[in-house]
């Protein structure tokens, strides 16, 4: 008789723990509901229940909420096989030719701004002129240029520019310019006539960010346009202080897979108050831009 009431009485232990979870597993789904329905429809929370999808995991995923659910386990797979913040796996997801070259490109984004991203993904119309050019001879800086094919910039450019030259010269480090802004007939001659279309030497026409004004080409008298420039003394000055003045270099050592182009010690990119991050994460404006902006 006792084994049978110990029985009953741990059957009724058991229905009321089964009870109890079913009751705080419900509760735990209201829950859910009543969390997703503030940012989702009907069909998209079942979509995220039958899949067991939490709210907690999609904090982050919904902060961008032009991103529908139903492409969450696409984005979480490119999150957690590449260590992609959020907003890098979502900015991906949408465009996933960013890091693929003359692959389906697209217009330039952030035009007429330090941040303008001009590269093998993103061009310039043929007949792109920005606005504001200046010529370099007003600003009195060294550097060569050919007689109707003066140097011209982004008179914000020149300006830093102008004082980063002169900071150069109080530490012994003496800078030439030797090409700023280029226009698409220019750009065309370069790539097809200079350098025979080699794409890891020279941008296509249209997809070169010299077209914007805001890219200089900066070296010794000495050392030119040369892998020579790496070695001296004002490069490395450079190197550790131009994105005091807003300036990064643009192709560096080791991300050609990102930039498409080989290391390039002189070519320089104004990109205002952005250069010091890019400067001190030691990236491209390509990851820079991946990890900050929604595209």
């Not at 979480?76 to 992609?84: C, N």
């Not at 913040?85 to 697209?106: D, Q, R």
């Not at 020149?158 to 530490?171: G, H, Q, R």
């Amino acid at each position: 008789m006792r084994k049978k009431y110990r029985f009953f009485l741990i059957s009724i232990l058991i229905t009321i723990v089964l009870l109890t979870v079913s009751l705080v597993k419900e509760k735990q789904r209201q829950k859910q509901i009543e969390e997703l329905s503030r940012y989702l429809n009907e069909e998209e929370i079942a979509f995220a229940i039958t899949n067991n999808i939490m709210f907690s995991d999609l904090q982050d995923f919904l902060e961008y909420d032009n991103f529908i659910i139903f492409y969450y386990r696409s984005y979480q797979r490119l999150k957690e096989d590449y260590s992609l913040t959020p907003l890098e796996a979502i900015n991906l997801f949408h465009n996933p030719n960013y890091y693929s070259f003359y692959k389906n490109p697209k217009p330039a984004l952030f035009l007429e701004t330090p941040l303008v991203l001009v590269n093998k993904c993103y061009y310039l119309e043929k007949d792109f002129v920005p606005e504001g050019l200046v010529l370099i001879d007003d600003y009195k800086l060294p550097h060569y240029d050919r007689p109707g094919d003066e140097i011209r910039l982004k008179k914000i450019v020149l300006e830093k520019l102008k004082l980063m030259f002169e900071e150069a010269k109080s530490n012994d480090h003496s800078f030439v310019v030797y090409s700023g802004y280029r226009n698409y007939q220019k750009q065309e001659y370069l790539y097809y006539e200079v350098y025979g279309e080699n794409d890891a030497l020279s941008a296509r026409p249209g997809f070169s960010e010299h077209q914007t004004g805001y890219a200089v080409d900066i070296s010794t008298a000495t050392a030119g346009l040369t892998r020579h420039f790496e070695k001296t003394a004002a490069f490395k000055w450079l190197k550790e202080n131009a994105y005091r003045f807003g300036f990064i270099l643009r192709f560096p050592k080791g991300k050609e897979h990102l930039t498409g182009y080989e290391y390039e010690p002189w070519h320089f990119r104004y990109v205002g108050i952005h250069a010091t991050e890019i400067h001190l994460k030691e990236i491209t404006l390509e990851e820079y831009i991946l990890a900050n902006f929604e595209l």
